[in-house]
Structures are given as C-alpha cells and as structure tokens.
DNA sequence: CGATTCTTTGAAAACAGTCAATCTGTGTGG
DNA sequence: CCACACAGATTGACTGTTTTCAAAGAATCG
C-alpha cells in the first residue's frame, strides 16, 4: 500500500528516495468501508488525504435533504476540504467511501513540516493544487453553460472509468441534474 | 493611481516600503473603456492584472452563441485567467471592462522574478489563490444546489455593491439562469 | 439629442422535476 | 444454497418552472 503511494510520487513529483520516504513514514495507513465517514460536515479536516485505492465522494446537503456532489476521489488522487483543513475550521461538507478504499492520511502539522523541509514537494502541491482550480473553475463552467445532455456527455468523457462504478443517483447529484433527468438523457442515447 | 494600490498591499499583505516599492515599479498603468478587452478568447493571457478602480467581467461564449460569466473583478482585486498565465497557452475566455476601469499589469516573468525574490509576495500570492479557490468552490456548490432565487439572493449578499453597476444580463449570465427568469424574481420580491 | 442598450412584459412551448409504482439484480443471513 | 431484503434503475402521469420569441417602453451613453 505505501508503495503504490511510492511509486506515484516518484513518477509524478520527481523525488528523490529519501524524499520520498521521509514522506510515506510520516503517513498512517487507514482502509474504510462503503459509506464510511472521512469528514463530516461540523468538524474540523484534520488530514491530507491520499487515495490509494478505492472512491470517495465529497458531498453538501442542502435544506430540502438533498445530496449534491463537489468531487469524486479515486485512485491515486488527494482529497481533503481544503477551507476547513487550511484554517482548521469546521466544514461544510461531508466526504465518505463510496467502494471500500484504502487511504494514507497526515495531520496539518504533519504535512507543513514536510513542506518546508522538501521544497520539491511543495512546488508539487502548489501544482496539484492549480490543476484542481483550474478543474473547478472549467466545470463551473459547463454548469453554467452546458445542457443537462452535455453535462453528462462530459462526465462521460472526463471520466470514464468512474462511469461503471457510481449508482446513477451519484452521477446526478453531481451533474446538478435530477435522476429521471439523467435516466431520460441515458435513454435516448441508446436509440442512436 | 500607484498609491491607491500601494495602500492596498501596505494593510493587506503586510509588505515593508522597499517590497512595495519594488513591486509597484515593476507595473505597468493602463486604463480601458467600457466593453475594451483586455483578453481574447485564443490569445494568452500575458499578464496579471491588478484592479485600482473600475470593474472587469471574465465571460466564455458557447457554440450558440450565448454568454456565460465565471467573475467579476472590482476595485482593490486581482484577474486573470491562471490556466492561460500558468502554462502561457491559449485561453477559452474573455477578459473585459464592464466599466471605465484602471488596472497596473505585471508580465509573467516580471511578477515571477518578484515572487522569488520577496518571500512575504509569494505567500500573500498563496493566501488570494487560496481564497479564490474558496469562492469557486463554494460557487460550484451554489450552482448545483440552489434555485435561482437563492441564487440571486446570494449575490445580493455576496455583492452588494456590483448590483447597482451592472446590467440585469449579465447578473443572469454569472447565476446561469435566463434574463426572463431573473426579472421574474425580482417582481416577485418587490412585493415582499 | 439621437441611438443604442437595457428592462419589462406577454404568450406559448419545452423541459426538468416530483411522486409513485414496478422491476432488477445483488448480496446477506438463515 | 436459497430466500429475502435492499439498493438501484426505469417508467408513467402530472406539475410547475424556465426558456424562447417577440415587442414595446425606459434609461443611459457618447
């Protein structure tokens, strides 16, 4: 499990080996079940997480009771609330398993050490960390300005491989789009 | 003009007079009328622009033809678009002045050299990324879960000061919902 | 002051959402 | 290993809202 973990940082920050174990030896190991709780909306992100295997979902819950997804987490990707976890204020939100999952978490304190310590990692998370504005900002974007058809066209093509693996209820609550809706879109596809 | 956002960086980034000064002169001042713009959608975006006085929207424009906003920017901000700056590739969107507008601008490898050499610049840089993150995030979260009323109600919250600047259009352009929509609601609140 | 831009309104059509029932497949516990 | 329960998917009828199209009046900019 570290060493899946290993490996990606090799191939994508470009670290050197004691870098890279300096940082895994910091992690603690956690696997969790369908369904299971990582934050939930009240507390305080405590943790930098990465996926090592499985999915997560970060969701809200408005007035009405409904569940509205900001972000699908998978394999070899980082989540955390980012708000709650810089400020170490509670959250809105709410992140849980949606397979079962293994994780590495670090504390805050944990991970700013790092940061200091290995400028390499820090140039790699401010990286990571345009890519997701720069994600978050283009699916704005599209829920502004796209259909309820492209909406889904898109998923489809960002992610493929998460199609299979969410209920149908998951993929609307993210699209911002109602399950009938999306049944309906999925339906008339099948005629062409 | 310099000194208004010499005062800025003085009670928000808590920079010494020498810091503010190295970075003042390395800007260059331009002013825009209304509709100019400052990017065009397939050209990249050269600079990153500071905001002494007037207003800025950054918009994309879809296959129909229609107008989507994803920003306002206002006096005492910053805009630009960070996945154009950052990569030095062409944009999707457009910059321009909803009003006459003041703006200091900084090439990217100018404002690069300063962040390296000024520390306290490059986590004040961290701190407005971060926060701009927040809002989208937020935004996001907004446009997947709310009505257009709670929509419109929160950027009455939001900005209350852009209300009376801006035409009913493009408020509806930025909450993705139709003109006609917006104009219901607000009817409809008149007699509240 | 003239021209453009902006706002409001109406009528009609399109669309997505709600509610409710049924069907399917999967997995768990007996 | 089977039966049952449960979560997920689909469908139908209906409702309500939003959009589209169009026109006219108001306000604002240059």
Chains 1, 2 share one sequence.
Not at 121 to 131: D, G, P, R, T, V
Request: aromatic fraction near 8%; glycine fraction near 4%; charged fraction near 25%.
């Amino acid at each position: 499990m570290i060493s899946a973990f290993e490996t990606y940082l090799h191939t994508h920050a470009g670290l050197t080996g004691e870098e890279i174990n300096r940082i895994s030896s910091a992690a603690t190991a956690r696997s969790i079940r369908r369904n299971e709780l990582i934050l939930q909306e009240g507390q305080v992100c405590r943790h930098k997480t990465f996926l090592v295997s499985g999915l997560l979902r970060t969701y809200g819950i408005v007035a009405d009771g409904s569940e509205h997804i900001l972000q699908f987490a998978s394999e070899n990707t980082w989540t955390l609330d980012a708000e709650s976890y810089d400020h170490q204020k509670p959250t809105l939100f709410n992140i849980a398993a949606v397979e079962r999952s293994e994780l590495l978490q670090w504390t805050k304190p944990a991970f700013d050490r790092l940061l200091l310590e290995i400028p390499a990692l820090k140039a790699f998370s401010e990286q990571l960390i345009a890519n997701s504005n720069h994600r978050s900002r283009q699916r704005l974007f599209t829920s502004l300005s796209a259909t309820p058809e492209e909406k889904y066209e898109d998923f489809v093509r960002l992610f493929p491989d998460l199609l299979a693996r969410l209920p149908l209820h998951m993929i609307a609550a993210y699209l911002g789009i109602s399950l009938k809706t999306l049944t309906r879109i999925r339906h008339a596809q099948l005629k062409r």
